[in-house]
């Protein structure tokens, strides 16, 4: 059985408030919201970084965008626009080893990069 807490979410073990599910990727609510909008969109698959991305993934990957167009589309901030962010590792501040695409937005952004 798998320890990784974002594999738990997406098999139902840990609840969490999901938002999309299909066969390929869940959507949840982030448990320590930064922006009015926070979601995590993760794939079914246990991928730990997106450097761990191979070539057969394009297509998940691609997918994920999509599910992001249609959170964006529910939630009323397609017009206003969003952020999506991958954090990779160590120096990229990531913490949890479950490859997720946070989805931000519903007010003003502080510049980034
Ligand atoms: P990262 O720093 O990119 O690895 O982001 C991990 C994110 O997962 C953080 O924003 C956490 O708030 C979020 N998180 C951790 N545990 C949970 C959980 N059980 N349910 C929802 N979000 C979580
Ligand atoms: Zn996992």
Do not use: W
Request: aromatic content about 10%; overall charge negative; glycine content about 8%.
């Amino acid at each position: 059985m798998s320890e990784c807490i974002f594999c738990k979410i997406a098999n139902g073990e840990i609840k969490s408030e999901i938002l999309y599910k299909d066969e390929q990727v869940v959507a949840f609510k982030d448990i320590s919201p930064r922006a009015a909008i926070h979601f995590l969109i993760i794939p079914v698959k246990h991928i730990p970084t997106v450097y761990d991305l191979e070539e057969e993934d394009n297509e998940l990957v691609g997918h994920i965008f999509q599910v992001a167009k249609k959170l964006a589309d529910e939630y009323n901030i397609a017009e206003s626009g969003y952020r999506l962010v991958v954090n990779c590792k160590e120096d990229g501040g990531q913490e949890v080893f479950h490859l997720h695409f946070h989805l931000l937005g519903g007010e003003k952004l502080g510049a980034f990069c």
